[in-house]
């Protein structure tokens, strides 16, 4: 557990793991130069687990005087850990019961696969945050960022990367992979480990009944400085070798919502032009639609910034009587419509939005009072 955070949020995190701790569990806490009162808090915590679970829980405090980085400090843990199996853990979750036997389960029932992650969701709305990444051909993604948990699959599903914030691996990988590449600075190790890790066959499995609580707090020193320098490293050393899978997954996600797309109007809102281009290609080769009817309406939408139909489709699209084909970047860009959803519904309720991180739904589940998660990324 790499630790550069502050008190207050150590300290829920310390008391949600303290509550959750399975036996037969080696706890290593790095503190990453998080400062004195921290370190106080780490030790006070060591001594109460180790009142309290001796018999069944060992812990180590690793103290660096100053920040080395996540990669770093992960490698300190790394170096040291005797388990079989191996968990990564962010110091701002809030963890559930559960997670490390979830976590176990997933790697037994998946034995060729060695590392899972779990779900990862905002504390402010219990929206999904983070589980796995999905690539076009040059941009990742947060797959089904702002879901519900309800609409994630059923079943455990296999992604190309996750973030180690929640994150477990047999030894195994451990022993087969080494310790993370440190010239990534806070930033993409965990994506290129797992990455190494494939070239040797691995791969990363989510398990949609593992979650937890992600704060999203102090990620390490430089973050921001070092991102495009680690984002090129990771491009320039895995870029042929990770796979266009958001326009399949976004297929399959169509196939669970219609059988037959050939009488839905198409209508265009996303602003990453090749990715659009390729989904609705996609949909074309497949004769669900013709790619030459698209209503492509995506200059008009620009930047983060909440999608305003009113203003910027013409007035009879809401009344129009053929169900509605709508992409768009995430779908909470268009949640502040409400008026604009309630005339289309006196029309027309099987309308579908699909957007870019997989995540595809009717319209009408718009027009609910809230959403779980609204943060684009």
Known sequence: ????????????????????????????????GSGTEVSELVEEFARQVKA????????????NQKPRGCGQALNQGLAIADGDHIFFVDSDLILESGWQSGMLRTLSDHPDAGMTAGVLLYPQTGGVQHCGISFSETLGRHLYLNARTSDLPDSPYTVQLAAFALFAMTREVRDSVGLLDERYFN?????????????????????PKVTSYHWERRNGVHRAGNRKTNLARFWKSWGTHIENDITPRLLDALRGRAADLSHYLPLDLAETRIEAADFWQALSDTSAIDRHTVLDYSTTVDGEQPILLPQILPAQLAAEP????????????????????AQRLETQSQDIVIDLHGNAMGLADLDASCWPGVKVR
């Not at 008391?15 to 706890?27: A, C, I, Q």
């Not at 309290?52 to 103290?63: F, G």
């Open 187 to 207: 930033g993409y190790e965990d994506f290129d480990y797992q990455m190494r890790a494939r070239m040797l066959g691995h791969r990363t499995v989510i398990d």
């Open 52 to 63: 309290e679970r001796a018999a069944d829980v060992t812990v180590t405090n690793l103290h």
């Open 1 to 32: 557990m790499p630790i550069f955070q502050t008190q207050s949020v150590l300290s829920l995190f310390l008391e949600s793991l303290r509550l959750t701790l399975e036996p037969d569990t080696e706890l290593i806490l790095v503190n990453d």
């Open 322 to 341: 053929r169900p509605l084909l709508i992409l768009v970047e995430n779908f909470v860009r268009l949640l502040d419509n409400r008026m604009w959803l």
